[in-house]
């Protein structure tokens, strides 16, 4: 069974990265079988799309936050990467990883069907 | 964007009701339509995708349907662990987004 651990620290000062990582088990960073995405949660608010990568390295981000996010793997440590520049505090917020369900010759399925149990992440001098 | 947007936000029922939460697209996106329950401190858990199609071991009391624009989640008799926020979210397009949530509290 798949299982995803976020981990990374819980305080960053504003204008600094905020990076995170987001542990694997269960499954490879590296098959083609899936691709892995960031969302985020601010306290008592909605779900917020970052962005996702793909086991050949592509990523789509999301628009708002395009110009600040980067997602990469780490093929070597079975891990997923978030960097996210320039933050403030609009910014503080749980950090999820999430895997898709399966990706076949025809498609993707299963949006988000597995996630971590998130991370919080507060933007804070 | 594709925005998503769910009714009622917040409603009470009480234990053995019929529930219904309604998602609205503001543009069709045929059946790529994802249906998720989150409780407090928890991750959000899948439950439907595209639109119907209920996740293994999600209970039969949940089902979803619709296509194009609006859709449905209903829970045809409410448990005690029911209790929770719901959000919608579509895979049509880029950038993928989510419904504001609806939350189910006790009456």
């Known amino acids: 069974q798949v299982q995803l651990q976020e981990s990374g620290p819980g305080l960053v000062k504003p204008s600094q990265t905020l990076s995170l990582t987001c542990t694997v088990s269960?499954?490879?960073?590296?098959?083609?079988?899936?691709?892995w995405s960031w969302i985020r949660q601010p306290a008592g608010k909605g779900l917020e799309w970052i962005g996702r990568?793909?086991?050949?390295?592509?990523?789509h981000y999301n628009p708002s936050l395009k110009s600040r996010v980067t997602i990469s793997a780490d093929t070597s440590k079975n891990q997923i990467s978030l960097k996210l520049s320039a933050v403030t505090a609009a910014d503080t917020a749980v950090y999820y990883c999430?895997?898709?369900?399966?990706?076949?010759?025809?498609?993707?399925?299963?949006?988000?069907?597995?996630w971590g149990q998130g991370t919080l992440v507060t933007v804070s001098s | 964007d594709i925005q998503m947007t769910q009714s009622p936000s917040s409603l009470s029922a009480s234990v053995g009701d019929r529930v219904t939460l309604t998602c609205r697209a503001s543009?069709?996106?045929?059946?790529?339509l994802n249906w998720f329950q989150q409780k407090p401190g928890k991750a959000p858990k899948l439950l439907i995708y595209v639109a119907s199609t209920l996740e293994s071991g999600v209970p039969s009391r949940f089902s979803g349907s619709g296509s194009g624009t609006d859709f449905t989640l209903t829970i045809s008799s409410l448990q005690p662990e029911d209790f929770a926020t719901y959000y919608c979210q579509q895979s049509h397009s880029l950038p993928l987004t989510f419904g504001g949530g609806s939350k189910v509290e006790i009456k």
């Open positions: 999430a895997r898709v369900g399966y990706c076949t010759g025809s498609g993707c399925h299963k949006e988000f069907a597995y």
């Open positions: 269960g499954g490879s960073v590296s098959s083609d079988t899936y691709y």
């Open positions: 543009q069709t996106i045929s059946s790529s």
């Open positions: 990568i793909y086991a050949s390295g592509s990523t």
